[in-house]
């Protein structure tokens, strides 16, 4: 509870701060912003914020607390179900992204809204195309992108299409775009995370040399580092609610993690200390590279025991999804090797290595996890089907599935009125329970679960921790990759850490980590050293 | 509750879909004919009047049960392939080379007829399969030139191995009278295929919905990335199904010809193979409504052709009932809305009902 | 062989070849335009059975030219616009509502046919008018390119035209930057206020009197009059003409002309006696050679595989 009366000091000295800045003058201001999503959500509660003219603000906090909800109503593509927005001091409202770009707010998303066979200067223009009866005039939006390009000092090929340039570049064509329509207020949704250090370190200076002429730019990250290097000052926002707002310069970057990571619940789960037996997963020097050559997975080496729960903790987009991808067969092409009980992975289909015993939980339910429009007894029995015990002569055994899906739907607890609905009448919870009685009904040796509670009530979440916890008791190896804190803590045994790619932390007592601890190691403030994470590897 | 609504949503847009469509013929006739009254009553009413007609149905409904399962069971992984055309056509042209040269006695002549039928067939429906997952080639495109060049190759067959040159047309020598498929009832000339396409409908629906194969095939075309991660080789199903699709359509090309001609004589593409894609719409891609889905059309097809007969409307009109039902049942927002507030407002009553 | 090769290498074939491209090469930049705007529509036989039906009837009805190429574009465009409620608004699967309109094409105008004339099969009792020949001063008297590039339907001149303005339209003007961007990236084109559905259907409604013009070749120019299913397939071999050609109105017109000179080829075979069906075939196989050869190409990212390469080799160290 220590963390949650420092924070309280924490706010007091920020209203004191915010109030000797009122007098100067606030570009932008957001105030007592509620957002509620149609499926009850909340996704912003009376959140204020405020940026003044010329500064680098950053917006801060985890995976789903709000920052995305309040910069898309910022630039109009939702719609806040209370609160007001005032801009250079006039009450406005901003219906459309149209009207924020036309005010003077532009924003670079963080998939690029780019035409990848255009080229940069036809992108540049684009809606605003020079030309006249109808026509466009290429030269005139070459001249336009190298002016403006030069005006900024962001040098870029006006005439390379945007599929043959590098991640940095398109970015950098995203800020001359918003820049030629003439904003002053710029957005940047989470910009670092598709690039490589030295991008960023580019993009850094680009964006120092915008403050310097003028204007003002709006941060999202959750990198600390990046904030302390490049910020003024910082809004962080935990659960939708708005946890303070400070100058850069006065906080530690251990006092920005406590702010974003603090929790209003905290559940705790009872189990016995793990019995940890034989090695059921070995990743040796893992990597992966994905489509823009970016090392998404950097050199990853780690161990799962049968009868332990190894937590993987970091903030999403980590490579954690390409990791359990990897070792799910869903993604091809890795460099180093997957072991499961010491024989590789690489030339094995997704049905070998499911014979084997192995449960997948995709974080990604909608793509992977479900069809939408099958069955709930459809969705449960698809690793199965095809076995001997579920057919008779040539057929389906009708009675055999339905007696078994009827028990699953019990012992998950699936609230529903029959195994015959489509599964998308089921709710968010439900729905994950399904595929939870599928991937846990198998008697798994290995259960990978990758956000298995994300989005979904309390009551389902707990019930599957508890499930988690009772299949290692019988003996299974579980990997589970949370972006959860309170549940990466609570449900593992032990603990590894990814951030950038990489495990920067192996922490083999998980009872004894604090959320704070993690956070400085998922935001990459700290970093273990090699001979501690060598720990991890099990042979 | 919501289960009932989808279900009934389901019959209902088809239901409206088809209603829509007899509408405006009806509209179209009432522009086109002198006496118009007198052309619908032999649309709707013409096709019940004498055993024969009703007959006549039933034998144009009998090759489209073998495309109808075939193109559900091709269509339920989700590729759009045309090839049941081509394989139709060239289904009956196998047939009519087995049963023009091969010497086979009564009973297993016709089975290998549908045999050859059934390979041919089966290999025209797995081309553009394989073209697409070999190489990305479109299926429609791909398959509908399959269907032109599997056309000249049929016309090459008949026209130069098993052409008679005494009929004065393109056509083939008289089927040998042991590879005919035998009459069932006398006033009309439904045949033996009725019995064969039945069974094919019933294989079709244990298959598609009750076998494991039909399960993997169905989850692919719902959501294949679902299925991979499941453990289902995919690319080997689409393989499978297209095969199985073709051949079935492949057979109902030689049961065509056997069951109802006595030499071949096709001198296009029939167009059985594009029937039976609306005949699959109609039946949802479940073979258990091809049957149902299959009448209809031979009905539509029926009427219109008494009408054409009777009274001064063309059977075309056929072809714009079918294009109309198509393009609604196709729709996924066409009485969406419906679907939406009946849904809402079941949801309300719950509530209320749960809080009361 | 030798009888063979005369007709092959004669200015007769070379003029065949132009005179079967010219509704392939409409087609293929119709398709064009719609797949620029990032429509996948299969609904071109439709649209030109309609048209070349439209186009007799204005004429004949009127004896006026001008209204008869009126009356066939309002056609060809009318489906269409069909299709745009249907696909874009209704949101149907847009090759099931394809297969419909094609449907309907091939129906729906002999019922219309049959409404008008009693007949069937053509429209030859209709007094249609035709468009002229045209015979290019001065180059009709160079010997050799006068026989083969002179003297043809000033649709096949039309056709070219229209690749010119098709390049113009899709690469130089306003609409085209916009129609490209809305195929490729309709979010981005939304973000920066391009209003998505409407340049979509402006696409289809071009690329529908396009092909509408294809269709009133057929029956005003290729032939005298309309017949039933006329089109048979060059809707199709349209679309597989732009595929090959990779959306380059250039290469696209390239690809047309090949599987124009199939056709060509067919026709010198057919009267040479030979197995015509093969012969026949040959348009269809080289479509289907064309689509595979784009397919078949895969590809990886440069940079991924020279950075798997740099892993590779840092970890082997």
């Known amino acids: 509870m220590a963390s949650v009366s420092h924070l309280f000091h924490l706010e007091i000295g920020v209203r004191i701060m915010s109030e000797n800045i009122k007098v100067e003058e606030y570009i932008l201001s957001m105030e007592n912003i509620t957002k509620i999503y149609s499926n ?500 | 509750m919501i289960n009932k609504i989808e279900n ?59 495309t109808g399962v075939g193109v559900s069971i091709m269509y339920s992984a989700g590729q759009i392939n045309m090839a049941s055309e081509g394989a139709f056509f060239l289904g009956g042209v196998a047939a009519a080379y087995v049963s023009v040269t091969f010497l086979l006695p009564y009973g297993i002549h016709p089975v290998v007829a549908m045999i050859a039928g059934g390979l041919i067939g089966g290999l025209i429906g797995l081309i553009p399969a394989i073209l697409f997952v070999k190489f990305k080639a479109l299926p429609v495109v791909s398959s509908l030139m399959l269907n032109y060049i599997s056309y000249f190759l049929g016309m090459y067959v008949i026209h130069y191995i098993i052409f008679d040159p005494e009929t004065g047309y393109l056509s083939s020598f008289l089927y040998k009278e042991t590879a005919i498929l035998p009459k069932l009832f006398s006033v009309t000339r439904i045949h033996w295929g009725l019995v064969i396409g039945l069974i094919v409908v019933v294989l079709g629906y244990l298959f598609l919905k009750k076998s494991k194969w039909g399960y993997a095939i169905r989850m692919i075309g719902m959501n294949p990335n679902f299925a991979q991660y499941s453990g289902i080789n995919v690319g080997f199903y689409i393989l499978l199904c297209q095969l199985i699709g073709g051949a079935i359509a492949g057979i109902g090309g030689a049961v065509e010809q056997l069951g109802m001609y006595s030499r071949f004589q096709y001198q296009k593409l029939s167009g059985h193979g594009f029937d039976g894609v609306l005949v699959a719409i109609l039946a949802n891609y479940n073979p258990k409504f091809v049957p149902l889905a299959a009448f209809f059309i031979a009905y539509v097809r029926v009427g219109a052709d008494v009408m054409a007969r009777n009274s001064d409307v063309p059977i075309e009109i056929v072809s714009i009932i079918q294009a109309v039902i198509i393009v609604f049942v196709a729709s996924e927002r066409f009485l969406a809305g419906w679907k939406h507030r009946k849904i809402v407002k079941a949801s309300q009553e719950r509530f209320a009902s749960e809080e009361a | 062989m030798d009888v063979i090769f005369k007709s092959i290498f004669s200015t007769v074939f070379f003029y065949t070849i132009l005179r079967v491209a010219t509704p392939l090469i409409f087609v293929s930049m119709a398709a064009l335009i719609v797949r620029k705007g990032g429509i996948m529509c299969i609904a071109f036989e439709g ?92 180059i009709k008297d160079i010997p050799i390119l006068g026989e083969i590039i002179s003297g043809h339907n000033l649709f096949t001149y039309l056709a070219f035209l229209t690749v010119i303005l098709v390049y113009i339209l899709v690469y130089k003007t306003r609409l085209g930057l916009r129609i490209r961007s809305v195929g490729e990236n309709p979010q981005a084109a939304e973000s920066v206020g391009i209003k998505v559905i409407r340049t979509k259907v402006i696409s289809l409604l071009i ?37 090959l050609g990779g959306g380059i109105p250039l290469n696209t017109m390239l690809s047309a002309m090949l599987f124009g000179s199939a056709e060509a080829v067919s026709n010198v075979f057919q009267s040479l006696r030979l197995p015509s069906e093969f012969v026949q075939m040959l348009p269809y196989i080289v479509t289907i050679v064309g689509l595979i050869s784009i397919g078949g190409v895969k590809k990886e990212s440069k940079s991924k595989i020279k950075r798997i390469k740099e892993i590779k080799e840092s970890t082997h160290e």
């Open chain 1, 40 to 539: 009850g959500f909340i996704a912003n509660k009376s959140v204020n914020f405020k940026v003044r003219k010329g500064e680098i603000h950053a917006l801060i906090g985890e995976n789903g607390a709000g920052k995305s909800t309040l910069m898309k109503v910022l630039f109009g593509q939702e719609q806040p179900d209370s609160g007001e927005i005032f801009y250079k001091g006039k009450k406005t409202n901003i219906t459309n992204p149209l009207v924020a770009l036309h005010m003077g707010i532009g924003m670079v998303h963080q998939h690029f809204m780019l035409v990848p066979s255009l080229t940069v200067a036809e992108n540049m223009v684009l809606g605003v195309e020079p030309g006249k009866y109808g026509m466009f005039s290429y030269k005139e939006a070459v001249k336009l992108t190298n002016d403006i390009s030069k005006k900024y000092n962001l040098p870029i090929d006006a005439e390379a299409k945007i599929m043959d340039l590098p991640v940095g570049f398109k970015q950098r064509v995203e800020i001359l775009k918003i820049l030629l329509r003439g904003v002053d207020v710029l957005i940047l949704d989470e910009p670092t995370a598709v690039l490589t250090p030295q991008e960023t370190d580019e993009l850094f200076k680009q964006l120092k040399v915008l403050k310097e002429k003028g204007y003002t730019i709006i941060f999202i990250s959750h990198k600390l580092h990046e904030i302390k290097k490049l910020c003024d000052n910082l809004t962080v926002l935990r659960n939708g609610r708005v946890t303070g707002t400070a100058k850069v310069s006065d906080l530690t970057e251990q006092e920005i993690s406590k702010m974003m990571v603090g929790r209003d619940v905290f559940l705790t789960i009872k189990k016995d200390v793990a019995q940890p037996k034989e090695t059921v997963l070995s990743v040796k020097n893992l990597s992966w590279v994905d489509k823009h050559g970016k090392r998404v997975v950097n050199n990853l080496s780690f161990s799962v025991r049968a009868g332990e729960i190894l937590g993987i903790a970091g903030v999403e987009g980590n490579g954690q999804r390409e990791l359990t991808n990897l070792i799910a067969r869903l993604e091809e092409n890795q460099i180093g090797e997957i072991l499961l009980y010491g024989k590789s992975i690489a030339k094995q289909s997704i049905r070998e290595i499911r014979e084997q015993k192995i449960s997948h939980i995709s974080e990604d339910r909608m793509t992977f996890g479900t069809v939408y429009e099958a069955t709930i007894e459809e969705n449960i029995i698809s690793d199965r089907f095809y076995k001997k015990e579920f057919n008779k002569n040539y057929l389906m055994d009708a009675k055999k599935i339905k007696n078994h899906v009827n028990e699953l739907i019990k012992e998950y607890n699936v609230r529903t009125d029959s195994k015959d609905l489509p599964i998308r009448t089921l709710s968010g919870g439900n729905m994950q329970k399904v595929v939870v009685a599928r991937e846990f009904s198998s008697d798994p040796k290995l259960v990978i679960a990758n956000q298995p509670t994300r989005g979904i009530d309390v009551g389902a979440s707990e019930f599957i921790r508890k499930k988690l916890v009772t299949l290692r008791d019988q003996g299974a190896a579980v990997l589970l990759v949370s972006a959860d804190l309170n549940e990466v803590i609570e449900v593992s045994d032990s603990i590894v850490v990814m951030c950038d790619g990489s495990i920067v932390a192996y922490l083999k007592d998980a009872k004894r980590v604090t959320e704070e601890q993690l956070g400085e190691y998922m935001l990459g403030i700290k970093k273990q050293s090699d001979e501690e994470l060598r720990e991890v590897v099990h042979d």
């Open chain 2, 8 to 66: 009934q949503f389901k019959f209902i847009r088809i239901a409206i879909s088809i209603s829509i469509a007899l509408l405006l013929a009806f509209l179209i006739i009432s522009f086109v004919s002198k006496d118009p009254l007198f052309a619908m009553y032999n649309l709707i009413i013409g096709p019940f009047e004498n055993i024969r007609r009703v007959g006549n149905i039933v034998e144009l409904m009998i090759p489209l049960l073998f």
């Open chain 3, 47 to 138: 649209m030109m059975l309609f048209a070349a039906l439209g186009g007799v009837i204005g004429s004949a009805l009127t004896q006026n030219l001008f209204v008869g190429l009126l009356l066939g574009t309002i056609f060809g465009v009318t489906i269409a616009m069909i299709f745009a409620y249907f696909v874009l608004v209704l949101q149907s699967n847009n090759v099931l509502t394809g297969l419909a309109l094609n449907i309907l094409g091939s129906g729906g105008t002999v019922f219309l046919l049959f409404a008008l004339t009693g007949e069937k099969g053509t429209s030859s009792s209709l007094r249609s008018l035709q468009v002229p020949h045209w015979n290019i001063p001065i």
């Open chain 3, 207 to 243: 690329g529908g009197l396009i092909a509408s013009f294809g269709g009133m070749y057929m029956s005003m120019g290729y032939l005298p009059f309309f017949t039933r299913d006329m089109m048979s397939g060059r809707g199709f071999i349209g679309i597989a003409a732009q595929n």
